[in-house]
């Protein structure tokens, strides 16, 4: 179990070195200089120039490279190009609005997912199988952000109960702050909780038709006291596996919400940034986000062995 | 699967007569087949042609001349749809090829090889794995610029590892079997075993992905041209109407709303038909369905 | 709910409601399409930096007014000399910086030494290159010599770019910006907004709002359902094309003003086949300037002929030079040796008029035979590629400075359009300051521009400003890229 720990955690660290080297590179060939946008079409060349040496433009490309890898080491992601401030503030600040959001999303999406899909798998073949799978396929099928565009009029414009976008700041009251991320979560959790619902359902189905269930219920166990307590509990792995992804997804996927709703969170940071060509930006909070994705994969690695013992000696 | 016998022995019509008898597969076989020919009608003929704009019949409700109204430079909506699903499907059928194309022989070869060649394929698949999908195709389209051709790239280099990973789980299934053993001891090359007899084996755990990545494709590239990196105008795209619609929801809601069902209803078609196909195809997971 | 306590609730909302009623609000949250990259406008050319900060916060020697007038600001009143070279600003006294440091002839010394200087990193700095020296004669009075007389030199002054700063918060000002003007900085939350408060103890006219919140909100689809949830009252400047969502909705004004931005589809004039004249008057007279303007901009937009804004008093109608005529486009091409038509491309920027005009555009080429490829690009790839390396072919913006129809002289200006005699024309007109011969210099500018056609010149864009029915004080146009808060108001 260790040994297998630690060969994940170093297999993960290689993947970090490897993917940093991946976005430096790929993000040193757009095409744009970064000063010369900072100063807009009228700027003279020599504005420009200093500009430039002022950013540390003009240094080789391994020393930046080396000196982005070093300060992403020391939570020193360097100065944004476009807002010259620190990309840590930047990152910081977005963080309190994207993580929130997602696991609220995720948390809502789990709540409604995992008792539907329990309850299809109950019923097997019958008509409310029939029906809330059939939900989970067309939930499955719409774009998040076609459907947050209809929840947006339905709920911001015609019955105003919450409001259309944007995001008043925590500092304005947790309630303010909470309604405004309710349409957004609502409008991610909705089809992921589509998709967890049929995984949900299908991996309690193996579960059910293995044969220590069987003989659980052969010994005259309560069929409810079977499926919650024993077949969940054994169908969590490819749960857990989907809700690691969804996560992953749920932090970085949320750039067209965020945009959909104009939430200031790391989605639409990194949208802007790509657009407004401030690099460093970038290049940090994909860095921030493939390390997370890393970690959330090794943290659904370290569940499985706790849901499942057998799997302690076995992997 | 159950038992060691070669798969390619099922002729075409008992498949046929099996898959036509899951509901499943049905539903989304004749919505499939609706969107398709829609798609290959719009070569032959659209109610007006999508790429004249004529300014002056801008935002017409739907009418009995123009069935879904007309949009801002007065293009008849239905047209739109049409030729876009032309675009939804060229760009996902291209980006399922791309991922079959590569990550297919990559993963039988992983799995023929193993060892070495093995662990290199699975630390490229973490690897692309841990960039987030949307941003990494965002990225990718932000770089050589946005275009139909870009977002195939974006969506299909995402495939690669999706197919690499299921063809590689297929074949490792299958090397111990018995009529991979005698076949190995006749003589014959791994590479000629893997297209002889392992690619036979898992063309329907292929054809199942294949599917679900096909309304994936259509998703994520409603997505791009949604955030105007996708199919380019003139060229309609779905993505693209929806993204033009937002600002004209609360006089034209008609504007958001047809091109939104044509998503929903083409990849609820896909994902009915993939579910149909593993039913059928994978006898395990019928009895779980 | 027996009587006394019905009659007791009704006083009670009567009270509330009346009390509201005495107090107008105070507060303002206004959108912005754009956020700022920083807050120091001497350092950025971003419109969307001034759109928050002038004369809000920060205040020049003089200021421009709601109809690009030339107004006295931090200088009360100045004297020019008879060779138009030596301008002597008499300024206001008891000014102080939101700092509390006091305002001074040296901090106006500082600013303009600052703006001109060789690592100066302001954008306009060519508008400072003019000026010779800056002496303090005394607390309250600056002579400033220029080495040649600049006709544009007071309205220069009152432009974002030559506002005054305090050498103690220059460099901070981008993060933190110290001003002189009537609001104060208060906080930003990048990303989402930017916060104004009223400063204690202003040197001008009192303002009527407390606090102030520009809010970024970066397209039209996020604006609409904002404003008409209420988050935001106010959209001084608004995509055209959402205006149909608002009109006819009482709780709200729509109003259509004017702008500096001549938007025009301009031609890359040394690359093959537009440094031809008769493929550039092809062009001109496949487009149906009506249908371009209808679909980019809902119809608001002002047709032109030449390079200058209706609103101008050197204004000259010169929209029928080239009308409307696929017949006519196609003899051109021919007499081009192109009767085949040709293919090219044309870069779009982000703005929906670049986005939504070149569709149009593209359509009607088409029908000459001229296919166009479309590339939208963002602002980056544009500055990059189109106006730094030309590499284009065709591309549409909107020039949104005021006065500048002398970028059509500019050597190496992205169009790459040469003409001597226009040439001679802007040199003159550089060095007159008499207003009826500056018009008759424009004039004859605008007709050499309207026949050369160096780029189609399509309409000028429209000021859309969307706000509460009952807000007041907002400009209707846009002389320059300004929100203006200084008389804005509610009223109750």
Known sequence: MTAYLLKRLLIGLATLVVASLVVFGVLEILPGDPARLMLGFEATEDAIQALRVEMGLDQPLLWRYLDWVGGLLTLDFGRSYTYSVPVIDLVSERVVVSLPLALIALTLSTAIAIPVGVFSASRRGRPADTISMGAAQVGVAVPNFWFALLLIYVFAVW????????????????WPALKALMLPAVALALPQAAILARVTRSALLEVLGEDYIRTARAKGMPRRTVLWRHALRNAMIPVLTILGLQFAFLLAGTIIIENVFYLPGLGRLVFQAITQRDLIVVESVVMLLVASVIVVNLLVDLSYALVDPRLRVNR | MTDSTDFRSETFGSFAAKAFANRSFLAGFVITVLIAAMALLSFLWTPYDVTRLIVADRMQAPSAVHLFGTDHFGRDVLSMIMVGARNSIAVALVAVGIGMGIGVPLGCWAAARG?????????????????????SAIMITAIFGPGAVNAIIAIGIFNIPVFARVARAGALSLWPREFILAARAAGK?????????????????????????????ILAEAGLSYLGLGAQPPMPSWGRMLFDAQTRMIVAPYLAIFPGFAIVFTVLGLNLLGDGLSDVLDPKLRRQR | MRAWQSILAATAVALASSTMAMAARTDLVLGVPLEPPHLDPTAGAAAAIDEVLYTNVFEGLTRIGSKGEVLPALAESWTVSDDGKTYTFKLHTGVKFHDGSDFNADDVKFSLDRARAENSTNAQKKLFAAIDTVEVVDPTTVKVSLKHPEGQFLYNMGIGDAIIVAPESAETNKEKPIGTGPFKFDSWAKGSSIKLSKTDGYWGDAVFLDKVEFRIVPDAAAAIPALLSGDVQAFPFFQPDGVSQIEGDPRFKVVIGSTEGETILTMNNKKPPFDKLEVRQAIASAIDRKAVIDAASNGLGQPIGSFMSPANPAYVDLTATYPHDVAKAKEYLKAAGLEGGFSATIKLPPPSYARLGGEVIASQLREVGINLEIIPVEWADWLSKVFTDKDFDLTIVSHTEANDIDIFSRPGYYFQYENPEFNKLIEELAVTNDEAKRNELLGSAQKILAQDVPAVFLYELPKVGVWDAKLEGLWDNAPIQANDLTKVKWLE
């Open chain 1, 159 to 174: 019955l105003r109960l919450v409001p259309a976008g944007g995001f008043p700041g925590w500092s304005a009251g947790a």
């Open chain 2, 115 to 135: 060892g070495l060649a093995d662990e290199i394929l699975m630390r490229f698949n973490d690897l692309v794995f841990a960039f987030p999908a949307l941003l």
């Open chain 2, 189 to 217: 090359g791994k590479a000629l075993i893997t297209i002889e007899h392992i690619l036979p084996n898992i063309a329907n755990l292929l054809l199942v992905q294949g599917t679900i990545q096909f309304a994936l494709g």
